[in-house]
């Protein structure tokens, strides 16, 4: 039974995982920045118990700048 408990405890990660990545993409997307890498790291996910880690990804000069905005502006109470 321990082993089925530690397989569910492990899928369970793996879901907060998957929502986290989906909130952030959203999130994000209500401000136009897109991270186009933005994933969970396959590798963090893998053996018997995963610790899995989202994986924000490589994205171009524009769209670290443009982040770089959204996140000026909410600082500054500005953002939409």
Known sequence: MEAMERRRAAADRVRVA???VERLKEGLAEF???LPSLRIDPVSCAGDEPAPLVDLGRCNVDTAL???EV???KESGHAD
């Open 18 to 20: 998957e929502d986290a």
């Open 32 to 34: 136009g920045v897109k």
């Open 66 to 68: 443009r982040l770089s």
């Open 71 to 73: 996140l000026a502006e």
